[in-house]
């Protein structure tokens, strides 16, 4: 296959080390404020469900909350094409994000997740969309900023801000939630306060950001742009409502002959013929929406696309980046409701191991990874760390097959830290320490490489909308595979589920080997520009 050219017009690195330090916090800075809302519509939102009491099936299709950031790409050509006046290329769009983050956050505090579940879905919807944005301006100012010889570490850093969040809004506020051990916080208290660092991020934004130079819009028509972003939520709206009122009752109809004498519970045969209409119903809705962008002329959409296309080897990339975190997505979907509810862990020890121990872990596997980098190149990265991703996913097999006490226990010391507190000694159960660090060291080490990869594949006059595409690509794993996760864990069990999982990571490491050539020749142009 011909080898996939640098398409990236690449930054000067300006002189000095200071401003290099000044990128790498800056770098860490923003993978902070990206990481902190993931978790709240993630993570820690399948907690809060899990602890409210709604099924697996029910949690797993309510991950679809998270549907924004695989159609990300749609709006991101609006942040290409226009700033905001006053602070910029990018940082006006960032501080917008940011604030409108934080209100969304201090509203959906206030919606009760079980009396109003739809009202909580639409919420939870656009804190994600605000989020989703946020990743858009963040992907695209990271890319423009640094230098192609500082991407690798730039990713790792990265990566280390944004699981440090995690470990906040994922690990920590589980802690908090804990009555017996924790801070006995509620959920809401929870999502307000960090609806409170929202503003301090957009804050930070606003005064310590370097202005970006020599990063130049895209040039079109701004009418067209807007008629046809436009264009493309009016078809986005048709696609739903006709998969609403036309497919997911016709559906239903063709499925029932199918579970006449079946043994599967209602429940689940709804949610099956759900998962069924929602396929269905994106068949529908991306060619639809397409065919809206090209007859609207959305202008900076269809460049940046037909940019990012004119190369060869891009079709067989979008397909790497699908695949790629689709077994670690896929074991991780439902991660928490499987060792709170199926495994039976505390939320305080779900909390201290698997939120803020094992997130430690994957800060120091991105850092490793990226130093790894540095000696094998990206190609042999993406390859060693997609085998150690696979192989963490039976710890989990492991762990389910064996459950608690395989390894015995270790036991926590009763701690207080201002931010966060034990108030007496917990036990952690040895099995799950193993299986969490080997997942975390393993995934971090694969994001680092992961990230650098799609960094080198944007044209710099298009970074957000070709990061948006490429990143949108790379989260249909982690979005699309909730609800045939829930439903899938359901019904074969726990240790099926994970070894399903383990599978779906095969095909990333064929497809990643037949283009070892053009992801080598990627490594060779960014020496070059050096």
Partial sequence: MPAFPSSAAEPPAPPGRAAAWHRAIVVALLGFASG??????????????????????TIGFLSLVGLPYTFKFL??????????PWL?????????????????????????????????????????????????????????????????????LNIAGYRLAMILSGGIALIWTDAQQGGGWTWPEVYRFMAGLMIAAAALSATLLPRLKGAAAPQSVPRNDLVGFAAVIAAVAVGYLVTDRVIAPAVRAAMAPLWQGSSLPASLQGRWADLVSLLAGI???LPLAAFAARRARFETLLSGLSNYFSHSGAAAFLVLIVLYKLGDAFAGSLMTPFLLKAMAYTPAEVGVVNKVLGLW?????????????????????????????LASNMAFWWLAVG??????????PAFDWVVVQLTSPTPVDGALVAAVAFENISGGMGTAAFVAFLMSLTNQRFTATQFAMLSAFASIGRVWVGPLAGVLADSIGWPTF??????????????????????????????SSR
């Fill in 403 to 412: 459950g608690k006490g395989t390894l015995g226990a270790l036991t926590i």
């Fill in 498 to 527: 994970f070894v399903v999982s383990t599978v779906m990571a095969f095909p990333a490491l064929a497809l990643l080997w037949w283009l070892r050539a053009p992801v080598r020749a990627l490594d060779a142009a960014q020496e």
């Fill in 283 to 285: 068949g529908l809705t």
């Fill in 88 to 156: 910029g290329r990018r940082r006006g769009w960032l501080v917008a994000t940011q604030l409108a983050l934080a209100a969304a956050l201090f509203a959906l505090a206030g919606v009760s997740p079980t009396g109003a579940t739809q009202a909580f879905a639409l919420m939870a919807v656009a804190v994600a969309f605000l989020s989703a944005s946020q990743d858009v301006v963040i992907d695209a100012y990271r890319t423009d900023l640094l230098p192609a010889p500082e991407r690798g570490i730039g990713a790792s």
């Fill in 75 to 84: 709006w991101a050509p609006l942040m290409d094409r226009f700033d905001l």
């Fill in 36 to 57: 902190l809302p993931l978790a709240l519509t993630g993570q820690a939102m399948q907690a809060w469900l899990s602890m409210e009491g709604l099924d697996v099936a």
């Fill in 361 to 389: 872990l994957t800060i120091a596997g991105a850092l490793v990874g990226g130093a790894l980098m540095l000696r094998l190149g990206l190609w042999r990265s993406l390859m060693l760390f997609g085998v150690l991703q």
